[in-house]
């Protein structure tokens, strides 16, 4: 069982619509849990993070926490073609973070 | 603004060299970090570093090594490149200060090795 598991996609959703990515982790001593999106060539760049149980909001993205569960989330609402990109999950174990392989989502226009 | 800056944005090696790929940040962190992406197999952890000449080996150390003799700088070597190192390979550094512990990335370095 992979430690970060993520649906690859390609998510396709229409301009305006809501995105919604998924991301279960193994170890339930993780400890915050983040999400990055990565452009096709770029490095991966921080969106937000997310270390209590509930939802958090930071404009049109949404991260909720289920530990219990052992489910992350993001939200994007009001997807926008600047969007597209790969959304990758991630979770820390003290100082290191695993990553999953990632979601591709394409909003079309 | 916090920089993390590989030394090289792509790189072309030949089997049997000695590479190494230079990381350097601005930001006074702790931690460091080496990653290689792979289509299909997402980041996968080389070596980290918390304190200045610490090393701890990540998840695929086999044929890499490391340094750090300065906070601000953590290099990774592939003792003998082979063509399976070909790959995207990013630096991360984050802090103990804040809480969070977040990653900042550099730009990586491709690298191919022929």
């Known amino acids: 069982q992979k430690e970060v598991e993520q649906n690859s996609g390609p998510l396709s959703v229409p301009e305006g619509a809501i995105a919604s990515l998924n991301c279960t982790y193994s170890?339930?001593?993780?400890?915050?849990f983040f999400w990055y999106r990565q452009y096709s060539g770029k490095s991966p760049e921080l969106i937000m993070f997310?270390?209590?149980?509930g939802d958090k909001e930071d404009g049109r993205f949404t991260a909720q926490l289920n530990k219990a569960s052992q489910y992350v989330s993001l939200l994007i609402r009001d997807s926008q073609p600047s969007d597209s990109a790969t959304y990758l999950c991630?979770?820390?174990?003290?100082?290191?973070?695993?990553f999953g392989a990632g979601t591709t989502v394409t909003v079309r226009a | 603004d916090v920089k993390v800056t590989q030394s090289s944005r792509y790189l072309v090696k030949r089997t049997g060299e000695k590479v190494f790929l230079e990381c350097v940040q601005d930001?006074?962190?702790?931690?460091m970090f080496w990653y290689r992406q792979d289509p299909g197999l997402g980041l996968r952890l080389i070596y980290f570093?918390?304190?200045?000449?610490?090393?701890e080996k990540g998840d695929i150390p086999e044929g890499y090594s490391v340094s750090r003799e300065k906070k601000e700088r953590f290099s990774l070597i592939l003792e003998s490149a082979s063509t399976n190192q070909t790959s995207m390979y990013l630096c991360a550094s984050s802090t103990n200060r804040g809480g969070d512990y977040g990653y900042t990335f550099g730009s990586g370095t491709r690298l191919t090795v022929v």
């Open positions: 991630a979770v820390r174990r003290d100082y290191k973070l695993s």
């Open positions: 570093s918390y304190d200045v000449k610490m090393k």
């Open positions: 997310i270390y209590s149980n």
């Open positions: 930001m006074d962190h702790e931690n």
């Open positions: 170890d339930r001593g993780s400890q915050s």
